[in-house]
């Protein structure tokens, strides 16, 4: 089945610095990537919609400068959290849909902030 | 605005049924999904209905009223793997997914 590769799957990172989080489509074109934060016991919460060659769409609440969406190819989006602070510190996830009918997630990223 | 209702936790004991319900509230319909999702772990897909009835699947099984707003995700012979949090996902008009906060569920021996 279609599968969605996310790295890194864990990160320790210093305040202030920037932190890369890669997902790939391994087996299919992922036109469109969903990138989703989630806390604690708490619901997936959309980040951002990025478009293959397009600019990211934000969700309302979410600043664009601070996590910063690139979706150069069909296989490849990324997101940097840039000048990570404590309360960045979260499960970052990515999903796209081959299709209709399934969203195949990456495998998630937890980002812990120091 | 928009909005799933699904229950905080449920227990089960092993080899039995539990049903967990999800209500929805949304701006527009394109199906309603169910995850699974393992702590710390990132979710996977249980099943998708877009048209009222039940869809089995194994063990799975999952149903849809769209008139209601109304979905249920029923696990049979429960194991102690299947101890996990359930969520409930409606893709609304704008094709965006809206979710539940998720079930925990606890499967005793």
């Known amino acids: 089945g279609a599968v969605v590769s996310q790295h890194p799957s864990r990160v320790i990172c210093k305040s202030g610095t920037s932190v890369k989080i890669e997902c790939r489509s391994l087996d299919f074109q992922a036109t469109t990537m969903f990138w989703y934060r989630q806390f604690p016991k708490k619901s997936l919460m959309l980040m951002a919609t990025?478009?293959?060659?397009?600019?990211?769409?934000?969700e309302q609440g979410v600043e664009k400068d601070k996590f910063l969406i690139n979706h150069a190819s069909l296989t490849l989006s990324t997101l940097t959290v840039t000048s990570a602070h404590p309360e960045d510190s979260s499960f970052y996830i990515c999903?796209?849909?081959?299709?209709?009918?399934?969203?195949?997630f990456g495998q998630g990223t937890r980002l812990t902030v120091v | 605005g928009q909005n799933i209702d699904q229950p905080t936790e449920m227990t089960a004991t092993e080899g039995a049924i539990v049903q967990i319900n999800c209500t929805y509230q949304t701006s527009g319909f394109n199906g309603l999904f169910w995850y699974q999702q393992h702590a710390g772990e990132a979710p996977t897909f249980l099943s998708y209905n877009v048209l009222d009835g039940l869809e089995e699947k194994g063990r799975f099984s999952s149903f849809l009223s769209r008139s209601k707003g109304y979905s249920y995700l029923l696990l049979k012979e429960l194991q102690m793997k299947d101890s996990a949090s359930y969520l409930c996902?409606?893709?609304?008009?704008?094709?965006?997914?809206?979710w539940g906060a998720g079930t925990k569920l606890i499967i005793k021996p």
């Open positions: 999903t796209s849909f081959l299709g209709n009918t399934e969203a195949f």
């Open positions: 996902a409606v893709r609304d008009s704008n094709y965006q997914l809206i």
């Open positions: 990025s478009n293959e060659g397009s600019k990211a769409t934000y």
